[in-house]
């Protein structure tokens, strides 16, 4: 890499590790999770003011039910605009439903949003492109929940060229060299071909294909896809991402150019670009906010295990 990169956006993340239930009843209200996620972003504004957007993940919900959920916005104040359509969703099931509201099940089968996994962005425009349809978090969107694929990031690399011919070799036709069309179709090339290389082996076995999807929920690795996908990354990145089923990340480049940092307790793990503003929302001591190491990925799976473990050689 040859490059500075000085450009910075924005990303902050909340995995709740508990049900829905048990903070309603310990804040008494079904925003938990949410009014924390835009209080990351309120507070790391100076990171981008072209854009905001905020993805959320429902856990466990039938067929025939939505679970991925996304608003952006490239308003002249695009913070507010989208936290004010999260409330807007909320506010509208409390009036319509009191009772309910307080029935954390409830709220998660009809309301927008309410689910354990969020992901949120701040955009830094890089390239003089305006507007929503360039705002963050991105979807690769599957009919099977293990390829749907959510990302959002801090990164500009340096290889794009490359990369794309990669991609090209692949037998892709990519529509353009921009950083996040590269890195959502690299990720999910890999992602496609880990759910293919499951599929085939419990097809083996003998397993139905609803048994098969269920034990692709339970085995798929993301660290051997992300150690696949970006092995000829080149830059400074952090990239968030989540997948249709329920399993978070959190990836940083291995000469740690873009910063990430995170929290994690028996409530919640939370992550975000800069160590004073989770301290600060989350009302914790400086030392329990970690760094997440340069070429290591945070992960929290489906299960909700949070590990960590190195993606790419540090450099």
Known sequence: MSDWIGHECGIAAIRLLKPLDYYIEKYNSPMYAINKLILLMEKQHNRGQDGAGVAAIKLDMPPGEPYIFRTR??????IMHVRDRLVRAFAKARESHPEEYNDGEWVKRNVLFAGELFLGH???????????????????????????????????????????????????????????????????????????????KFRKEG???????????????????????????????????????????????????????????????????????????????????????????????RSGEVKMEQINEPG
């Not at 916005?73 to 695009?78: E, I, L, T």
Request: net charge negative; proline share 4%; glycine share 8%.
């Open 207 to 301: 397993l139905s294909r609803t048994e098969i999807t269920q034990r692709i929920i339970d085995e798929l690795d993301i660290c051997r896809t992300l150690k696949k996908a970006t092995r000829s990354f080149d830059g400074g990145y952090v990239m968030a991402g989540m997948i249709g089923h329920g399993d978070l990340f959190v990836l940083r480049d291995p000469n740690g150019i873009r910063p990430a940092f995170y929290y994690q307790d028996e409530e919640i793990v939370a992550v975000a670009s800069e160590r004073p503003q989770l301290q600060t929302v989350l009302n914790v001591p400086i030392e329990a906010v970690k760094e997440i190491e340069p070429g290591h990925a945070l992960v929290v799976k």
């Open 73 to 78: 916005s490239a308003d002249k104040d695009p």
């Open 122 to 200: 701040l955009r830094y425009g890089t390239c003089g492109a305006i507007g929503e349809s360039f705002c963050h978090p991105f979807l690769r969107q599957n009919n099977w929940m293990t390829r749907n694929l959510v990302i959002a990031g801090n990164f500009n690399l340096t290889n794009n060229d490359e990369l794309f011919d990669i991609l090209v070799e692949l037998g892709q036709h990519p529509r353009n060299k921009t950083d996040t069309v590269l890195v959502m179709e690299k990720i999910g090339h890999f992602l496609d071909e880990a759910n293919d290389f499951l599929f085939r």
